[in-house]
């Protein structure tokens, strides 16, 4: 609480990969492939924890939705609902692991992949609110 008084608290296993964000009351954990929604408060499950593809970031909304970015191609980014439940999914042709940044806002998702490890051979892609590619950005080398 404001006073650094413990409420309450989980234990996870494996936890190496452990991340977490808070958003409005929501304590949204990844874990070895499992998605939380934890009530801040109680620290019990919102709703039932679930098995998601290998994610690389996960992207909270105000609204506790939440937008993981997976490893899997054709899975790319999926948009869940605060019930865990998935709205959409969206494939990429690039590959996910090449990653440098990802950004969420003004309805849409900013993806800045890296082609050779260099600012120069960058580019972004950009999908809408509702997972469909609006643009890329081509290397102009």
């Known amino acids: 609480d ?5 409420l309450w608290s989980r234990n996870f296993e494996n936890s190496e990969n452990l991340r977490c964000r808070n958003v409005n ?8 492939n499992t998605l939380y929604y934890i009530d801040e408060k109680t620290g019990k499950d919102i709703v039932d924890p679930f098995t998601v593809a290998s994610v690389i970031k ?12 997976t490893t899997d191609k054709s899975k790319f980014i999926q948009y869940l609902d605060s ?4 709205k959409w999914t969206s494939s990429t042709k690039y590959n ?3 990653i440098n940044t990802l950004e969420v806002g003004n ?16 580019y972004i892609t950009v ?5 469909e590619e609006v643009a890329t950005t081509i290397p102009q080398n």
């Open 25 to 32: 009351g929501r304590i949204v954990v990844y874990n070895n």
């Open 83 to 86: 019930k865990g439940k998935v």
């Open 58 to 69: 996960v992207r909270p909304l105000s609204n506790g939705d939440v937008i993981i970015f």
């Open 107 to 122: 309805g849409k998702i900013f993806v800045n992949y890296y082609t050779e490890l260099s600012e120069e051979d960058s």
């Open 127 to 131: 999908y809408s609110k509702d997972g």
């Open 96 to 98: 996910p692991t090449s």
């Open 2 to 6: 404001k006073d650094f008084k413990q």
